[in-house]
């Protein structure tokens, strides 16, 4: 459905690793990915990691926040999101999503967040807290679902009237912009993944994102254990072993020297479903503001007959997937604050199906994906 587009030079630089013995934690490669990321979004600062949701929950240990927290996320999302945020021992409050975008709803945080809630100066500095349990909104963590655009204007506003840090969940969103702006580069820090399904992959790999210097200077230190001096094993801090090895990073350097390649080929996968689906049976895209560039990373559209498509497709062999489960609707999520008006999430899941997408599907096997759906709908 989404798979990894390995055309460059992966294999000349990780035979390089391999040649070289630069296998593990150190190497040029981390150096090379990481200005590869910097250049093409231009955030001032990216540090690799380990992956994603590594990368998230170091972001929220970098904006400081700790198990008398409340954070902040969409309850439609993958399941990452909410595990990186239950390490940090914080509540989790969950908001309902947009019916057109399937994007976290500003809105019904801003109201949330007026009627709930109480900002005191502390030195200056807003700080916002929830009247009823007087827990601190440690951080919001919205989700750019499907690399589309969240309302980030209205959040980044949000973030500094209330002053609650913003940490991006960006890991779908490679190659998205607004306004020239790159997703994952508005907030305190953002965060990109590189996993097998992704825009492009190292296997497994994380980025944080962030334009302050000493948000990035801690960001390096926590994720390779703290330690002071190159020489004596001196840490001055709980620090995780979160780096990215040079071997996968070396995987990322080639990837990004074939982004634009692959970005456009995504575009181009969108375009033609979206012009061949359009009026077809009940189909429905998701929306993306006129403003925004998303990076087209995953076709997924809503039908009522989403399951018997589902079957349809996936028995034909053409690999189809269903969204996530929302997260309220898991064991371990389901008596989470869940802030909702209609439920949105729920009746998206039920609708939404992902189909193939992969930069290296070529334009016959996108036209026999095609035909498979319409001849479902039995145009
Ligand atoms: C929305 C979202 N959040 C977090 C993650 C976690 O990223 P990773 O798999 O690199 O840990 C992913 C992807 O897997 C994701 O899609």
């Given amino acids: 459905m989404s798979i990894p587009n390995i055309n460059g030079n992966e294999w000349q630089y990780v035979k390089d690793c391999l040649?070289?013995?630069?296998?593990?934690?150190?190497?040029?490669?981390?150096?090379?990915?990481?200005?590869?990321?910097?250049?093409?979004t231009g955030v001032k600062y990216a540090i690799a990691c380990m992956n994603g949701t590594a990368g998230l929950e170091v972001s929220l240990n970098l904006a400081g926040v700790s198990s008398n927290d409340i954070?902040?996320?969409?309850?439609?999302?993958?399941?990452?999101?909410?595990?990186a945020i239950s390490y940090s021992g914080a509540e989790i409050t969950l908001i309902d999503i947009c019916e057109n975008s399937w994007q976290l709803d500003v809105n019904l945080l801003q109201n949330w967040l007026e009627n709930n809630t109480i900002t005191k100066f502390i030195n200056g500095e807003p700080i916002t807290t929830e009247i009823t349990s007087g827990k601190k909104i440690g951080a919001i963590m919205p989700v750019y679902v499907?690399?589309?655009?969240i309302d980030i204007d209205k959040l980044v506003e949000i973030s500094s009237t209330y002053g609650i840090p913003l940490i991006e969940d960006s890991t779908e969103a490679l190659g998205s912009?607004?306004?020239?702006?790159?997703?994952?580069?508005?907030?305190?820090?953002?965060?990109?993944?590189?996993?097998?399904?992704?825009?492009?992959?190292?296997?497994?790999?994380?980025?944080?994102l962030t334009n302050d210097t000493e948000i990035a200077n801690r960001a390096k230190h926590i994720t390779t254990t703290a330690k002071t001096d190159p020489l004596d094993y001196f840490h001055d801090e709980v620090g995780y072993n979160y780096r990215l090895v040079n071997v996968l990073a070396a995987i990322g350097v080639a990837q990004m020297e074939n982004f634009e390649s692959i970005l456009k080929r995504k575009k181009e996968i969108d375009t033609l479903y979206r012009s061949e689906f359009h009026g077809v049976g009940d189909i429905k895209f998701q929306e993306n503001d006129p403003?925004?560039?998303?990076n087209c990373w995953l076709f997924t559209f809503r039908t009522k007959k989403m399951r018997e498509l589902l079957n349809h497709l996936n028995s034909h062999k053409i690999q189809s997937r269903p969204f996530w489960t929302p997260m309220n609707n898991l064991p371990m999520y389901k008596d989470l604050r869940y802030i909702s008006q209609n439920d949105i999430s729920n009746k998206i899941f039920k609708e939404c199906i992902s189909i193939p997408s992969s930069s290296n599907l070529t334009i016959e096997d996108q036209h026999k994906v095609i035909s498979e759906v319409k001849k479902f709908y039995k145009i």
């Avoid at 954070?71 to 595990?83: E, S, Y």
């Avoid at 499907?146 to 655009?149: A, C, P």
């Fill in 19 to 40: 040649d070289t013995g630069w296998i593990s934690s150190a190497g040029i490669y981390v150096n090379k990915f990481e200005e590869a990321i910097q250049n093409y």
């Fill in 71 to 83: 954070v902040i996320a969409p309850n439609l999302t993958f399941v990452a999101t909410l595990n």
């Fill in 146 to 149: 499907l690399g589309g655009f």
């Fill in 177 to 208: 912009f607004k306004n020239g702006k790159h997703a994952g580069t508005f907030g305190l820090t953002g965060v990109l993944s590189f996993n097998g399904n992704k825009i492009i992959s190292t296997g497994g790999g994380g980025m944080i």
């Fill in 291 to 294: 403003n925004t560039d998303p």
